[in-house]
């Protein structure tokens, strides 16, 4: 199984799961190009949502703390729907400029999925001879 890609358990603070690519033994400049930029998106994803989620820790500690200040110990459903109300009112520019980078970067992949596809077709039909 040393021809595949490798996912690790979720990080603790992204919650996502890192990847490691598989790197072919004769890996063609689009391959290499397509590895590297899936690197670059999934690092930049993991930075995004380990500041994020720091983010709404400390933010939601910072509430349950105001709410124990005011002699309530522990904070019902709806004062917890109140702050994530709140929280997501808050960053949802942050969370629209994220979708928007997300979607280009994405679509930067399949780009390059594309060139690797097509140039493996090509390889392809010059070892056939068409």
């Known amino acids: 199984m040393n021809n595949v890609d490798s996912v690790g358990p979720p990080d603790p603070v992204s919650n996502l799961r890192p990847v490691k690519y598989h790197i072919p033994k004769h890996e063609s400049l689009a391959e290499r190009q397509l590895r590297l930029k899936r690197i670059e998106v999934a690092k930049w994803n993991h930075e995004f949502w380990s500041r994020h989620n720091l983010k709404f820790v400390k933010e939601r500690e910072a509430y ?12 019902t459903a709806d004062q917890m729907s109140e702050f994530y109300k709140d929280f997501l009112d808050r960053n949802w520019k942050t969370h629209l400029t994220y979708n928007f980078e997300w979607y280009k970067r994405n679509i930067s992949i399949v780009r390059l999925m594309m060139n690797k596809n097509i140039f493996k077709a090509i390889q392809w039909t010059k070892k056939f001879k068409f």
């Open 64 to 75: 349950k703390k105001c709410l124990a200040e005011k002699g309530i110990s522990a904070a």
